[in-house]
């Protein structure tokens, strides 16, 4: 399908009915050769059903499907508007048309976010996005950080400019590489998001997209404070009447007030810059770097190329905190009112040390094995670390000391090991802290602290082998096993470049009966119009789990299928215990230490179902292999002695 629209800027198509079926493809591009949107497929449908595009730089639009022959599946696609990108939201004076952006354009007094008063909030630039609805400006908003650092698509706005989130498009990087352009990107956007938090007490809403921004947008997660503290000077980033990404300066401190009901930050005036119609949502950020509320509102323009001296007023953060924010941004409760952002932090302290630990086990430890752990020591200051104090406890015990000297330069690292410790049967915990960088007291405390937590079965315990074999759709695969109502393990969804890859995963299980459970999204298994999927539970010996009355194995099926076995069921059922035959770290990555018995005798290395991998001649009491050429998955190291005595540990290989 061919829309025209001429003199058009650009053009976008929002679908009231969107289902492609898997294998389909849909493409929408410039008719004349340019830009091209897609492929979009059966992973961008809405829970709505709907789904609004983003917009192709033309003025004549092509929609196009694809679908190969065999699929007998038929898409539903219903266009119930097309936009034209021919009006602008703002009524300021433009330029000649080959000025004008897709979406509009800005007051003259305004600062592009990338001229040179904008160097030191390049960091924080990368959060702000402009929100499209229909094809016009609406508002602007602000990827926030959440206390796992783990880049959940968290979107903070104002609650003034909700509509309905899942039909906006949210435009990462549209702004101009230098201080006077006057074009920027349209194709990095993220179609869709789901309301979370709203509030006019504090004029907030949270929302979360509906996929997280891919590696390329290069989006920064922003760090807030919620304290309540008066800042000393704020920075706002925004798209100003949907402009491309512009900054603002206030050298003064705004007061806390209430407008039109609202708790608000009140800004007498802007030094440089301002904001405008589209600016709504767009975070407040302190001195440090951090975001402290939205834009509810205010009558700051441009004067002709100045600033008309007029207020603005933001939403407050500390607010919205307890309005629901809180539950999102702080998941673990860990009561923390000051956050930096993900993955780039904001400040910088002169005397600060941070460490984190390393090699813990991946779920259950089966049974009492030899744990060896390190320290990854960080100097996060601006100040040359040379020594510190570390701290470590190791499940409750009594809390060792270790002192550190050297020499690290600003984020320059050293791995610390410690002791090796047998684990427990349950909960193991080991905490580390770190103290007194350079004999001063730590600048920064909120990174000195690291935990780990790991569980160890006690007692008999019998091992499975779980191999999945992923067809050509691998994110819409997930599992879990599952024992009295806990999920133990679990995997996926996967990655696309996945695809016809072989997974494998070793459970330690104790006795009991378990409940293996495949899942997958798009209901059609994964086994075998879309590949050759399979999934197989394995005993020790390579052998299919049987339960009595099937095998542990399946593929086609529809949107799940599940297996019940038993411990009874399986054959081998080993009784763990320490052995003086040890192997670390577990998992190995690209090495792993093996400690012998004694000094002479035979090592062999089997792989899951049994093959030997690896024979050598024992001859010392140590010996170090490179794994990285082995395949991931589970392993057995076996040693015989010149004796006849006998120990095998397991391995796991992973890269």
Aim: with cysteine.
């Amino acid at each position: 399908m061919v829309v025209d629209a001429p003199g058009a800027t650009c053009m976008s198509v929002r679908f009231s009915e969107y289902h492609v079926p898997k294998g389909g493809q849909l493409f929408l591009y410039d008719a004349h050769g340019g830009g091209v949107l897609g492929s979009l497929d059966h992973r961008n449908e809405k829970p709505w059903g709907g789904l609004a595009t983003g917009v192709v730089l033309t003025e004549k639009l092509v929609v196009e499907y694809r679908q190969p022959a065999h699929i007998e599946s038929m898409p539903t696609l219903s266009i119930d508007q097309v936009v034209q990108g021919y009006r602008l939201l703002s009524g300021w004076p433009h330029g000649e048309e080959v000025d004008r952006g897709p979406f509009g354009n800005s007051g003259a007094c305004n600062i592009n976010v990338n001229c040179p008063e904008g160097a030191t909030w390049a960091t924080e630039k990368r959060s702000v996005a402009l929100i499209v609805q229909g094809g016009f400006a609406a508002c602007t908003g602000g990827m926030v950080n959440n206390t796992a650092n783990d880049g959940t698509p968290y979107f903070l706005t104002a609650n003034h400019c909700l509509g309905n989130p899942g039909n906006w498009v949210y435009y990462f990087n549209h702004e101009s590489a230098t201080c006077n352009g006057n074009t920027g990107p349209t194709n990095q956007s993220i179609s869709g998001g789901t309301l979370l938090v709203n509030s006019g007490q504090s004029d907030v809403a949270l929302i979360e997209l509906s996929n997280t921004p891919p590696a390329d947008f290069n989006v920064q997660y922003a760090g807030w404070d919620a304290t309540g503290n008066i800042p000393s000077s704020t920075v706002g980033i925004h798209h100003p009447s949907g402009d491309l990404k512009k900054i603002c300066f206030d050298d003064d401190s705004p007061s806390p007030q209430n407008q039109f009901g609202a708790a608000v930050w009140y800004l007498d005036q802007w030094e440089l810059g301002v904001t405008e119609g589209g600016s709504s949502g767009s975070p407040l950020f302190d001195q440090n770097h951090r975001v402290i509320g939205q834009l509810y509102g205010g009558s700051a323009a441009c004067a002709g190329s100045v600033n008309n001296g007029q207020p603005d007023w933001y939403g407050r953060f500390d607010v919205s905190w307890g309005l629901g924010l809180s539950e999102y941004l702080d998941p673990a409760g860990t009561g923390s009112l000051v956050w930096d952002g993900y993955p780039d932090g904001a400040i910088s302290f002169e005397n600060d040390a941070s460490v984190n630990l390393t090699g813990a086990p991946e779920g259950l430890v089966c049974g009492v094995q030899p744990i060896n752990l390190e320290v990854t020591l960080t100097n996060t200051g601006t100040n040359t670390l040379t020594s510190c104090m570390l701290e470590y406890a190791i499940n409750g015990g009594a809390t060792q000391t270790q002192s550190w000297a050297g020499s690290l330069a600003q984020f320059e690292t050293d791995v610390i090991t410690l002791p090796t410790f047998w684990s427990q049967g349950g909960t193991n915990t080991v905490e580390v802290n770190v103290t007194s960088p350079n004999g001063n007291d730590d600048d920064n405390v909120l990174n000195n602290t690291t935990t780990v937590e790991f569980t160890s079965t006690s007692g008999p315990t019998t091992t499975v082998h779980f191999s999945l074999l992923l067809d050509e759709y691998p994110d819409e695969t997930t599992w879990e096993l599952v024992r009295l109502g806990q999920v133990l393990y679990e995997g996926g969804p996967y990655e696309d470049d996945q695809a016809g890859e072989t997974l494998m995963e070793s459970f330690c299980l104790e006795e009991g009966c378990y409940i293996f459970r495949i899942f997958d999204d798009y209901e059609d298994g994964i086994c075998c119009e879309y590949g050759e999927g399979s999934w197989s539970l394995m005993d020790i010996a390579g052998d299919l789990v049987w339960n009595g009355s099937s095998l542990g194995t399946g593929g086609e099926f529809g949107a799940s299928e599940q297996f019940i076995f038993c411990t009874d069921d399986i054959s081998t059922v080993e009784t763990t215990a320490p052995a003086q035959l040890q192997v670390y770290p577990v998992p190995a990555h690209y090495m792993v230490n093996v400690k012998w018995p004694a000094a002479q005798g035979q090592a062999t290395v089997r792989d899951a179902v049994g093959r030997s991998v690896l024979q050598a001649r024992v001859d010392g009491i140590q010996a170090r292999w490179n794994t990285s050429t082995w395949p991931a998955g589970p392993y057995t190291v076996e040693w015989m002695g010149v004796d006849g005595a006998r120990e095998v540990v397991r391995l796991i290989v992973t890269h």
